[in-house]
Structures are given as C-alpha cells and as structure tokens.
C-alpha cells in the first residue's frame, strides 16, 4: 500500500470502514472493568522476589524482545494507571544479563488515529545495517477494531533506545475484504527467505478457523498479503501472538529467525483466545512456496504440544547472538481476584526465561530456564540417595524454600504396580490430574515435592509425577496440584498437567526441577521436556514458615538419587 500522510487520514478511515462493515462484531481479549482500568496503586504489596514484573500495576504479553548492541530489551503490554487491563502501552525494560532490570520510560503508546485505542502486542526485528524496528497493532476504535503499525528508535546512538517514532504513514498493514477485523494481531518477528522478501504472520480467525496470515515486503513498509495463509488449524478459534522460528535438529543453539538450509526444522506457535492456553508443532517449511507442513509428531490442535501446560500465556521467542540461543518468555496472569490485585497494587508476571531447542527425537522441544538464574543461588543444601517409601514424607531443612531452586532426581522401582491407563485420558492430562490429585494413593505415585507448603501441611502445593501401564508402555504424567495451596476464599486453584515423553522402564529415573517463588511455581521436568507454570497465594506459608517436603503416596517405593536446593537471592527488578 502507498504511504500516507496525516492529511490523508480521514480518506483512509473511511475506506477502512467500508471493509469493515462486512466483518464480524468485535470481540475483547481481556475482562473488562473499565471503573478500574485508572486506580492507581496506593500500597505496593510483595509477591515475587526473582520473576520479571515492574513496581506496580498491570502487565500482560511480553513483546519484541531483542538483543541489541549489547543490551537485552523486553517490552511489554503495561497499564500504567492500574492493576487491571487497560490503557495499554508498551512498557520498556532493559537488562545485561536477562536477570536483572531497569525500567524506562514507556516505548510506544495511543498518540496517533491509527492506535489511539492501544498498543497492542507485536515484535521486534533487527534490520540490515543494524537498525530494529518494532511492528505492532494498533486498536483504532471503540469496537477494537485493528491495523498493524510500525515504529523506529529515535536515536539509534541511545543505547537503551529510550524514545520510538512511529511515522505517519501507518498503518502499513490494513484488514482486507474478508479479514475479520477485530480479530486481526499481534504481527511476528520478521524473516527473510531467499527472495529478498521479508515475511511476516499475523494472527486471525475465520468462525472457529484459527488462521496464520502471511504477509510479504521488499522495504519493511509496503506489506502485501499473500494469497494462502501460512497455515490454519479448524476448531482452534483466534489464533493471538504468533510465533514462528527455526531450530536446528542437532544440538541446542539457536537460530537467527531468517536461517534456512539443511537441518533445520521450523516451529510455529499459537495463543488461544478461546482456552487461553498455547500449542505448537514442529514441521518442515518451503521458503519459496511460503508452506509449512507440520510433521504429525503431535495434534494440530487444543490438544496439541504446549510450552507450559500451566498459566503461560501469549509467549513471545527472540535470538539471543549474544551467546547463540534461542530466549523464550511468557505471562503468567494472577490467580486471585481483582480485588486482591488492586490490594496489593500489581497483577501479572514473566516467567523466567528460558532457552528453547528441539529434542533429540525431533518430536517436541524441550525447555530450561537460562543459565544466568543461577548467579542467584545463595545458601543450598544436598541430598542423596535417600528412599521414600510408600506413603513417605521427610522434610527438606536449612534454607528458606519460599524463594528456591531446586533440583531433584528420582529413582524408580516397582513399575509392576502402576495403574492401567485408559486410552481416553490420552488428550486431557489436566482432567486426569484432577482425578488423581497428590492425595489419592497410586501404584507408582504420585511421588514428588510440597512446595510453598504449611508445617503441618494444611497449604500446600504439589509438583509429582505418576506413572500409568499403557497396552504397549508406561505413562508419565507430570502435575501442579495447588487445591490445598491457600486459606485464602476466592482464589482459583486449577490444577496443570502434562505427559512426559519418556521411556521410564529403560531409563528408570526421572528429573525435577522446580523455582518456587512466593506467587509462582515454575517446574522442568525430565530435563524440560515437560513444563507447568501456576500462581499461589498462600496465607501460612509465606517467609520462613514456608516448607519444601519429598512425598511418595504411592504403593512402589521412590528413591531421591540427588536433592539440591538453593535459595535465590533478589535481584535488582524494575524497582520492585
């Protein structure tokens, strides 16, 4: 499309709204309160200690990460005026290590017609001659109907890029006839394929059709969408921030988003709006067909792979060329209730981030959190090969576990006693944790750890496995199991589940590790094959009456090979 001017503007809008008119209503992605979208904090309460969040109000989807000149850039979806969605800008954090963070001044936010009603989530991408750039869609009306905008640094010799323009011929990406406007966001990080193109998707929905849009450009302004989508998935309804990369099928660095060539497989992630949950799959793309096909390892569907089978959400991956990986982050919402969020004067957090590389089986990717977590660790504790017998419980002592890492090997005996597995639970591991919580005896399991857990184990949350015989194999189910994790009324406490793709009657161990920090739990297991992600509040263990317990209530005994545990030391997070 031409470049426009502010002149032009009541033209463009005009002729946007004559496509507009045959798209469906709009539809919000968010809860609404709009009595409360500008109440400022008064008192900031304490809720993390090492996971991203800035020093009060409201954050969501992290956006355009990049690593640039040295320093590492997160911006995210922020409500500076309070602690529920809305007024939505892009914050701006930076960072020399991912771990520890400074807040800037917002980097874009509603100035202009074409994103006067939000900011809403986008990408970053590092242009030839060193030069990032930022897509994002803009919101340019009450019915939150959308465009897709574009946005340059101000001073490129500022080394944090404090101050973004956004030039007035945006937007550069309109929805066409036949694109459901208000469903119609959240552009990628752009590649470039062997044509010169650069490529981008943007997420959209046909009914209940999730839908990855393609659009192509030779100069990152004038954007032309292609003729077939780069991919739909029927029943999955909208599909928001997208995400779409290469891995290598050997090792575990990462790859700058535009590689192609021999031993690359690419993945392509979508968010749910309808379940709120994300899914991926790994699959083969045609530069210059503009194709993926996925492989058929895992459905493509809701009940397909996920990052994080837990509170994860709108996650967002960048190439770190600092030390040659590939960084993912993603939101994990609160738990509790607005009310509970304006008391404590924020709502919302990052997990850690963690580098992302494909399995050796080629079937799923596997995710750890970053080594620089590490510099942390303070005061630890070890442990070895101690058995846990059947309905065995033994306390892990001398650190404070309300803020701790901890790593932990199990090994298995007694497979002979695990439970049949019924083929019907195959597509729903969160509906049979909820069957078989950590209180209902098994065979073999449920064994694992109470984190953020009461002495007397009133509050507690459990992260175990359990283990099933299918007709030709055994079943690892990894769970969250927060139903005991507050005193607290009005707290949602679902539990998270997911299988874990091992072959436990060959390897006859299986790893976990967990990153328990006051509001959120973070768990790996078997080396991050399988993730879970939730928040819990409880009310009597907090601080130094917060417990860490190894608990086996299943028929087979358990043994802990290896159990270290350090507490994590606070690290300097937005002023928070």
């Known amino acids: 499309m031409g470049r426009r001017n502010g002149g032009s503007w009541a033209a463009w809008a005009a002729a946007v709204l004559v496509h507009w008119c045959f798209c469906m209503t709009a539809e919000a992605s968010h809860a609404i309160y709009e009595s409360l979208q500008s109440v400022p904090a008064s008192v900031v309460v304490s809720g993390t200690g090492f996971h991203f969040r800035p020093p009060r109000h409201w954050i969501n989807d992290p956006n355009g990460p990049m690593y640039y000149n040295g320093i590492y850039h997160l911006f995210y979806q922020f409500n500076p005026k309070g602690s529920v969605w809305g007024n939505i800008v892009w914050a701006h954090s930076v960072s020399t290590d991912l771990i520890n963070w400074v807040a800037l001044e917002p980097a874009i936010y509603p100035t202009k017609p074409f994103d006067i009603y939000g900011c809403w989530s986008g990408s970053a991408t590092i242009l030839p001659g060193n030069k990032p750039v930022i897509l994002y869609t803009g919101v340019v009306d009450t019915q939150q109907r959308q465009v897709q905008n574009i946005a340059f640094p101000k001073n490129l010799s500022d080394p944090y890029l404090r101050e973004w323009v956004k030039p007035d011929y945006n937007p550069v990406i309109l929805p066409e006839e036949g694109v459901n406007a208000s469903a119609f966001r959240d552009p990628t990080t752009a590649w470039r394929g062997p044509s010169g193109h650069w490529k981008i998707l943007v997420g959209s929905k046909r009914n209940k059709r999730g839908i990855a849009l393609l659009y192509r450009s030779r100069d990152f302004i004038h954007w032309v969408k292609a003729k ?10 909208m599909w928001e921030c997208p995400d779409f990369y290469p891995v290598s099928v050997k ?169 049949p597995f019924d083929p019907s639970w195959a597509t729903d591991a969160e509906a049979l944790c909820g069957r078989k919580r950590a209180d209902v005896k098994g065979g073999v399991g449920p064994f694992g750890l109470h984190v953020l ?40 406490k679902p539990t998270f589940a997911g299988f874990v793709d091992v072959d436990i009657a060959k390897t006859g161990k299986i790893s976990l590790r967990s990153l328990i920090d006051h509001s959120v739990v973070e768990s790996f297991g078997a080396g991050g094959k399988t993730c879970i992600t939730s928040r819990v509040y409880p009310s009597l263990a907090l601080g130094k009456n917060a417990h860490l317990f190894v608990f086996n209530n299943g028929l087979a005994n358990v043994k802990v090979s290896t159990l270290k545990a350090w507490e994590i030391r606070k690290p300097l997070m937005n002023g928070a």
């Open 228 to 237: 077939h989508s780069l991919h739909t998935a029927k029943g999955t309804g």
């Open 453 to 492: 857990a009461s002495a007397e184990l009133e509050e507690t949350t459990a992260v175990f496995f359990r283990i099933f015989k299918a007709e030709h194999k055994h079943v690892v189910l990894m769970c969250h199991d927060p139903t005991r994790s507050s005193m607290r009324p009005k707290v949602y």
């Open 251 to 419: 090792g575990s660095h990462g790859l700058e988003t535009s590689f192609y060539g021999e031993g690359v497989k690419h993945v392509l992630k979508n968010s749910l709006d309808v379940t709120r949950y994300e899914y991926y799959t790994v699959g083969s793309y045609d530069h210059v067909k503009d194709k993926y096909v996925p492989d058929g390892t895992s459905p493509d569907d809701n009940t397909g792979l996920r990052y994080d089978y837990g509170n994860f959400y709108a996650s967002k991956t960048f190439f770190d060329a600092k030390k040659n990986r590939r960084i993912l982050w993603g939101w994990a919402n609160e738990s509790d209730y607005v009310d509970d969020d304006i008391a404590k004067g924020w709502a919302g957090v990052q997990t850690i981030p963690r580098a992302v590389w494909l399995d050796t089986s080629g079937r799923q990717l596997v995710q750890w959190p970053i080594e620089e977590l590490e510099s942390l660790r303070g005061k630890h504790i070890v442990v070895t090969n101690k058995k846990v017998s059947s309905s065995g419980l033994w306390e892990v002592k001398g650190i404070d576990s309300s803020q701790a890492d901890v790593e932990v090997t199990f090994e298995i005996s007694g497979l002979e006693k695990a439970e």
